[in-house]
């Protein structure tokens, strides 16, 4: 069989592979997180009230994110209901997507004239395999959902920029222009301005980079471009203002945008190098190489470039300037924000897998054994870690601990056993990673998602008949009960649920009502509900951290 017949379907085998790995018990786990139920809990608001304009949390007007998430989720919950699988799937079709674009990027450069045979397939590894698109990817997230729609923006960018240089006719690079600004009108309704400052930004490093303009065509586009981004970006921004006016205004743009990144005003702040630490664990397990290609920045940007470069790889070189830019200019915007999560960050991964993907692909050669070497050195530090954190805690069993360490420890070894095949670690180190998080999702973390989610305590409760029963006092840790007892939540007069603070507001807010309540309770602090003679308390169940405790009038 022909050598590009077996990569090909290599390829499709990968995909198939990328699909079960990425689909795979999305519904295994509870909600976790202040996040991701609240997100679940608007969609699922939006659905029952038939709105797809106004987001709602507990009833209460919630314009924290846009609608594209919304929708897809609202979506998903048609098809297969209200479940967290439907709920999460929209995060893992973003993620494929993700993936696929960086594919369709790096294969459109394979394909120049040049000598680039496999490139595409280490880039579409690198991506699959990386631990912040794997992750984000198993929860209901905006972040993904807007890593997906900027992906594809900058992909549709490039491969017009790439047709550019190379000659091509207009025809398909008007496509691929339209298909540009249809994902930057995405992007805005993914997660709102950020939407449009990442691409804009990005591309202007990239042109600055490059010490060039635009070409003529893709700047008239912007004639027809962003009129037909605003187009698909007003589907939901012109309804939402025209009902909500002044309001919305306020606290999706000023508040969630403005505030948020000039200030610590929703209590994210970090050191302004803190992504300089969150990126390296983001891109595990191949930070190493990662490191090892952005030492090469100066070929990218043509300040070093040999005459056999300039020949054999100039469209992987373009590609890795691009990446550079892309890479570049979300660390420096974010890492000057007053507000700092792991996910904002998310978009700059997929310029990450482009460039360890040429890593990856240059090992045959000779280049970066000692990224390969340090990769391995970790694979063999989390086998390792497993068997140490086994024996020292007692949370994880010691059967298990191994099932986990013995294939880190082939992945580990197999640097030093294939040392004139490099490949062949990469693909047991990629292999070892999907299996090793298969492991870990089914059998180790439900255990630790248990300690933060209400789900179970709520089924204790209604197993015990509080199912209608009102919660008043949630844990500001946990979320959860907005989503697992959604209607049954009392919120404030500010629109945020009630908060526990001491244990005489649980019971004066019960001898007031003169009903039974629920209470989310620190363990610690149960004793002081159960001695007030005023107040007959049940502790019905707790998860390690906090009990629920049902309150009743005397």
Same mark, same amino acid.
């Given at each position: 069989?022909?050598?590009?017949?077996?990569?090909?379907?290599?390829?499709?085998?990968?995909?198939?592979?990328?699909?079960?790995?990425?689909?795979?018990?999305?519904?295994?786990?509870?909600?976790?997180?202040?996040?991701?139920?609240?997100?679940?809990?608007?969609?699922?608001?939006?659905?029952?009230?038939?709105?797809?304009? %106004?987001? %709602?949390?507990?009833?209460?007007?919630?314009?924290?994110?846009?609608?594209?998430?919304?929708?897809?989720?609202?979506?998903?919950?048609?098809?297969?209901?209200?479940?967290?699988?439907?709920?999460?799937?929209?995060?893992?079709?973003?993620?494929?997507?993700?993936?696929?674009?960086?594919?369709?990027?790096?294969?459109?450069?394979?394909?120049?004239?040049?000598?680039?045979?496999?490139?595409?397939?280490?880039?579409?590894?690198?991506?699959?395999?990386?631990?912040?698109?794997?992750?984000?990817?198993?929860?209901?997230?905006?972040?993904?959902?807007?890593?997906?729609?900027?992906?594809?923006?900058?992909?549709?960018?490039?491969?017009?920029?790439?047709?550019?240089?190379?000659?091509?006719?207009?025809?398909?690079?008007?496509?691929?222009?339209?298909?540009?600004?249809?994902?930057?009108?995405?992007?805005?309704?993914?997660?709102?301005?950020?939407?449009?400052?990442?691409?804009?930004?990005?591309?202007?490093?990239?042109?600055?980079?490059?010490?060039?303009?635009?070409?003529?065509?893709?700047?008239?586009?912007?004639?027809?471009?962003?009129?037909?981004?605003?187009?698909?970006?007003?589907?939901?921004?012109?309804?939402?203002?025209?009902?909500?006016?002044?309001?919305?205004?306020?606290?999706?743009?000023?508040?969630?945008?403005?505030?948020?990144?000039?200030?610590?005003?929703?209590?994210?702040?970090?050191?302004?190098?803190?992504?300089?630490?969150?990126?390296?664990?983001?891109?595990?397990?191949?930070?190493?190489?990662?490191?090892?290609?952005?030492?090469?920045?100066?070929?990218?940007?043509?300040?070093?470039? %040999?005459?056999?470069?300039?020949?054999?790889?100039?469209?992987?070189?373009?590609?890795?300037?691009?990446?550079?830019?892309?890479?570049?200019?979300?660390?420096?915007?974010?890492?000057?924000?007053?507000?700092?999560?792991?996910?904002?960050?998310?978009?700059?991964?997929?310029?990450?897998?482009?460039?360890?993907?040429?890593?990856?692909?240059?090992?045959?050669?000779?280049?970066?054994?000692?990224?390969?070497?340090?990769?391995?050195?970790?694979?063999?530090?989390?086998?390792?870690?497993?068997?140490?954190?086994?024996?020292?805690?007692?949370?994880?069993?010691?059967?298990?601990?191994?099932?986990?360490?013995?294939?880190?420890?082939?992945?580990?070894?197999?640097?030093?056993?294939?040392?004139?095949?490099?490949?062949?670690?990469?693909?047991?180190?990629?292999?070892? %990673?999907?299996?090793?998080?298969?492991?870990?999702?089914?059998?180790?973390?439900?255990?630790?998602?248990?300690?933060?989610?209400?789900?179970?305590?709520?089924?204790?409760?209604?197993?015990?008949?509080?199912?209608?029963?009102?919660?008043?006092?949630?844990?500001?840790?946990?979320?959860?009960?907005?989503?697992?007892?959604?209607?049954?939540?009392?919120?404030?007069?500010?629109?945020?649920?009630?908060?526990?603070?001491?244990?005489?507001?649980?019971?004066?807010?019960?001898?007031?009502?003169?009903?039974?309540?629920?209470?989310?309770?620190?363990?610690?602090?149960?004793?002081?509900?159960?001695?007030?003679?005023?107040?007959?308390?049940?502790?019905?169940?707790?998860?390690?951290?906090?009990?629920?405790?049902?309150?009743?009038?005397?």
């Amino acid at each position: 069989m022909h050598p590009s017949t077996l990569a090909k379907r290599g390829t499709v085998l990968l995909f198939l592979v990328i699909l079960a790995f990425y689909f795979y018990g999305l519904g295994h786990l509870p909600f976790v997180g202040p996040d991701e139920p609240r997100y679940v809990q608007v969609a699922r608001e939006m659905l029952l009230r038939d709105d797809l304009v %106004t987001p %709602t949390l507990g009833g209460h007007t919630w314009f924290e994110k846009p609608a594209l998430s919304y929708w897809m989720m609202i979506l998903s919950f048609k098809i297969f209901g209200v479940t967290e699988w439907a709920a999460r799937l929209p995060s893992a079709i973003s993620g494929v997507l993700t993936i696929v674009a960086v594919f369709v990027m790096s294969r459109r450069v394979e394909g120049t004239p040049n000598n680039l045979q496999g490139y595409a397939f280490y880039s579409l590894i690198a991506a699959a395999t990386m631990m912040g698109i794997i992750v984000f990817s198993q929860a209901a997230s905006f972040d993904i959902v807007l890593t997906m729609t900027i992906t594809w923006a900058l992909a549709f960018y490039f491969l017009n920029d790439l047709g550019e240089h190379s000659g091509e006719s207009e025809g398909p690079r008007n496509w691929l222009l339209a298909g540009f600004y249809i994902f930057i009108g995405l992007s805005l309704l993914a997660k709102g301005l950020i939407g449009i400052v990442m691409p804009v930004g990005i591309l202007s490093l990239h042109h600055l980079f490059q010490r060039r303009l635009p070409g003529r065509k893709t700047l008239t586009s912007m004639v027809w471009g962003l009129p037909l981004a605003l187009i698909v970006a007003g589907t939901w921004y012109g309804p939402v203002i025209w009902r909500h006016g002044w309001l919305f205004i306020d606290q999706f743009f000023i508040q969630h945008h403005f505030a948020r990144y000039l200030s610590n005003k929703y209590h994210h702040a970090q050191p302004v190098y803190y992504y300089l630490i969150v990126v390296p664990l983001l891109t595990l397990p191949w930070t190493a190489f990662l490191i090892d290609g952005l030492r090469h920045f100066k070929s990218w940007l043509g300040l070093s470039k %040999t005459a056999v470069e300039q020949r054999s790889e100039r469209s992987l070189t373009l590609l890795m300037g691009f990446a550079l830019a892309w890479f570049l200019y979300p660390l420096v915007f974010f890492s000057f924000s007053g507000s700092k999560l792991p996910g904002y960050i998310l978009p700059i991964l997929p310029s990450a897998a482009l460039i360890i993907g040429r890593q990856l692909w240059r090992l045959p050669a000779g280049s970066g054994g000692w990224a390969l070497k340090t990769t391995g050195a970790l694979y063999l530090l989390f086998a390792i870690g497993a068997l140490g954190y086994s024996r020292t805690t007692g949370n994880l069993p010691f059967t298990l601990a191994l099932v986990l360490a013995l294939p880190l420890l082939v992945a580990g070894f197999s640097v030093f056993l294939f040392r004139r095949k490099p490949s062949k670690s990469i693909a047991i180190m990629a292999a070892i %990673t999907v299996f090793a998080l298969v492991v870990v999702m089914h059998f180790v973390a439900p255990a630790f998602a248990e300690r933060e989610s209400s789900r179970r305590l709520l089924q204790l409760a209604a197993a015990r008949g509080y199912s209608q029963t009102a919660i008043y006092g949630m844990q500001r840790s946990d979320r959860t009960p907005e989503f697992y007892a959604a209607g049954r939540i009392v919120y404030g007069s500010d629109g945020e649920p009630v908060m526990y603070e001491v244990p005489n507001q649980v019971i004066e807010e019960c001898r007031k009502r003169n009903e039974v309540l629920l209470a989310f309770v620190a363990i610690g602090e149960v004793n002081q509900l159960s001695v007030v003679s005023s107040v007959q308390t049940e502790v019905i169940g707790d998860n390690g951290r906090f009990a629920i405790v049902a309150v009743r009038p005397r």
